[in-house]
């Protein structure tokens, strides 16, 4: 076997990957239209903060999960945001 086939296979796989992300994105727009915040919102905290603790289990870089922080601290702003104006 030759390396280009490991290449190629690994390439396959990272696409089979990135597309499983899209309809795993797409499952969950769908379920946050469908759903009202106060359903949503919990679960979404739930996986944003095991994401925060799996970060700090790894023993990323400081840089690293002060970055997963901010993103979290985007993510909770934009629900407050979008609650405030479905109010």
């Known amino acids: 076997m030759s390396d280009s086939n490991a290449h190629e296979r690994l390439d396959a796989k990272h696409e089979r990957n990135r597309e499983q992300r899209i309809e795993g994105v797409k499952r969950w727009v769908e379920y946050i239209e469908s759903e009202p915040p106060e359903t949503w919102g919990p679960q979404q905290n739930a996986v944003v903060n095991d994401q925060l603790d799996a970060a ?10 002060q970055h997963v922080t901010d993103v979290a601290a985007k993510i909770l702003e934009a629900n407050d945001e979008s609650d405030d104006d479905s109010e």
């Not at 700090?56 to 999960?65: C, D, K, L, Y």
């Open 56 to 65: 700090q289990s790894v023993r990323t870089s400081v840089a690293h999960q």
